[in-house]
């Protein structure tokens, strides 16, 4: 992240390696969005999905937040068979940035 914000300072951002990015999105959102605190609001989920080919469902309920790991959306519809409320799509890099 911080050689990303130098280069990015510099006018020439490069995007993270694949395999750190991917690793990136999980851990941020296995540690930081997981929480046992109650979701005020309707339940939803919110999904992540990477060019690279993972993906990860956010759900959040009165349960609290928690993530899991989902297939990728299916090559035919672009999307997964079990909507999300808000999906997000893009390379890891841009992901974790």
């Known amino acids: 992240m911080h ?3 130098a280069q990015l300072a510099q006018g020439a951002p490069q995007p ?3 395999e750190l990015a ?3 999105v999980e851990e ?5 969005c997981a929480t046992p ?4 609001h309707k339940p939803t989920a919110f999904d992540f999905h990477a060019a690279e080919g993972r993906s990860w ?3 959040v309920d009165g349960d ?10 299916t090559a035919a519809t672009g999307e997964d068979s079990d909507a999300a409320g808000a999906s997000v799509h893009g390379t890891a ?4 940035l």
Do not use: C, K, N, Q
């Open 3 to 5: 050689t990303y914000d």
């Open 16 to 18: 993270l390696p694949v």
């Open 22 to 24: 991917l690793d990136g």
């Open 28 to 32: 941020f959102l296995f540690t930081v």
């Open 37 to 40: 605190s109650a979701w005020p």
């Open 57 to 59: 469902r956010l759900t």
């Open 64 to 73: 609290g937040a928690r993530i899991t790991r989902i297939p990728a959306p």
């Open 93 to 96: 890099s841009e992901l974790v």
